[in-house]
T-cell receptor, first 111, second 111 residues
Framework: NAGVTQTPKFQVLKTGQSMTLQCAQD?????MSWYRQDPGMGLRLIHY???????DQGEVPNGYNVSRSTTEDFPLRLLSAAPSQTSVYFC??????????FGPGTRLTVL | QQQVKQSPQSLIVQKGGISIINCAYE??????FPWYQQFPGKGPALLIA?????SEKKEGRFTISFNKSAKQFSLHIMDSQPGDSATYFC??????????FGSGTKLNVKP
């Protein structure tokens, strides 16, 4: 997965719990993004970052927070998990040629 | 409103046949159009991509056809093989690596 690591691989939460999905890269790429993948919906952009200290919202940002204090890490925080956030989450990194590399994903279930 | 519309949802092709997947977009600010291949339990992987200044790009058995005036692009897989069985996503992006994905096509190549 081209130098993108995601942890954990699987997670089960109860409604209202909070957690952080981790994404780390060793490619020194500027761009990092978080997507969620739901059946029949493709991948939808949650938040993205064009560099350390800079983040912006994607298509479906509600219920999620991000920060980017270093080039390497881009954690995604769920403040108060809801069943609608049950999904597979992918982190992606990208370079200036627009090529994007995806991590292996985190499968999250919210009960 | 879905930015990129993809069809068909699923496709069955005989080994050696041609697989064709179509996508359409509305936003003329998009300037990069990739196709991703995803196997079960894995993250999407870049297959082939095109920019709007060319009408066709070929890499091995995979070809993208791009029609700028119609705002459509398609993926053609020649001599389809059982190993090509996967889910395929088209996408479109503008600046800052901000991608919008189609809903996916599940391809099954029968031996």
């Amino acid at each position: 997965n081209a130098g993108v690591t995601q942890t954990p691989k699987f997670q089960v939460l109860k409604t209202g719990q909070s957690m952080t999905l981790q994404c780390a890269q060793d490619m020194n790429h500027e761009y990092m993004s978080w997507y969620r993948q739901d059946p029949g919906m493709g991948l939808r952009l949650i938040h993205y970052s064009v560099g350390a200290g800079i983040t912006d919202q994607g298509e479906v940002p509600n219920g999620y927070n991000v920060s980017r204090s270093t080039t390497e890490d881009f954690p995604l925080r769920l403040l108060s998990a809801a069943p609608s956030q049950t999904s597979v989450y992918f982190c992606a990194i990208g370079d200036s040629t627009d090529t994007q590399y995806f991590g292996p994903g985190t499968r999250l279930t919210v009960l | 409103q879905q930015q990129v519309k993809q069809s068909p949802q699923s496709l069955i092709v005989q080994k050696g046949g041609i697989s064709i997947i179509n996508c359409a977009y509305e936003n003329t600010a998009f300037d990069y159009f990739p196709w991703y291949q995803q196997f079960p339990g894995k993250g999407p992987a870049l297959l082939i991509a095109i920019r709007p200044d060319v009408s066709e790009k070929k890499e091995g058995r995979f070809t993208i056809s791009f029609n700028k005036s119609a705002k459509q692009f398609s993926l053609h897989i020649m001599d389809s093989q059982p190993g090509d069985s996967a889910t395929y996503f088209c996408a479109a992006s503008m600046r800052f690596n901000k991608f919008y994905f189609g809903s996916g096509t599940k391809l099954n190549v029968k031996p």
